[in-house]
C-alpha cells in the first residue's frame, strides 16, 4: 500500500527557508514520479514541483523556480523540498503525491496524474 507522510512545515518569516520531506512507504521510490503541490484557503490545489521517475527529470511552477529544489533519495525512499527566500504568498498546505506512469513533464501541475497523496504539511510565511 503506497504510504506518503510530509513533515518539516512550520512558520517561517519572509526570507527565510523551509525543508520538506516526503517518506515514502510501500513501493520502491525509484519507479515512481512525486510531486509538490500546495492549496491556499479558497484557492485551487497548485502543482509546485516534481522529479519524475526514470530520468529524475524536474519540474518547477513559475512561482517558485530559482527559488525552491526538488530531490529524492531513493536509498532511503525519500523526497524533499528545499524552499528558500519564501514569501507570504507561499503559504499553504503542501502535499506531496505519487505515481508509477511515465507522462510528459507538464503533467506534473496536474494533479490528477497523480493517484497517491500524503496528509499535507502546514507552511506559513509571516512576520
Known amino acids: 500500500q503506497v504510504q506518503l507522510v510530509e513533515s518539516g512545515g512550520g512558520l517561517v518569516q519572509p526570507g527565510g527557508s523551509l525543508r520538506l520531506s516526503c517518506a515514502a512507504s510501500?513501493?520502491?521510490?525509484?519507479?515512481?514520479?512525486i510531486g509538490w503541490f500546495r492549496q491556499a484557503p479558497g484557492k485551487e490545489r497548485e502543482g509546485v514541483s516534481c522529479?519524475?521517475?526514470?530520468?529524475?527529470?524536474?519540474y518547477y511552477a513559475d512561482s517558485v523556480k530559482g527559488r525552491f529544489t526538488i530531490s529524492r533519495d531513493n536509498a532511503k525512499n525519500m523526497v524533499y523540498l528545499q524552499m528558500n527566500s519564501l514569501k507570504p504568498e507561499d503559504t499553504a498546505v503542501y502535499y506531496c503525491?505519487?505515481?508509477?506512469?511515465?507522462?510528459?513533464?507538464?503533467?506534473?501541475?496536474?494533479?490528477?496524474?497523480?493517484?497517491?497523496w500524503g496528509q499535507g504539511t502546514q507552511v506559513t510565511v509571516s512576520s
Open positions: 503525491a505519487a505515481d508509477h506512469r511515465f507522462w510528459g513533464l507538464a503533467m506534473c501541475a496536474i494533479p490528477e496524474s497523480f493517484g497517491s
Open positions: 510501500g513501493f520502491t521510490l525509484d519507479y515512481y514520479s
Open positions: 522529479i519524475r521517475r526514470s530520468d529524475s527529470s524536474t
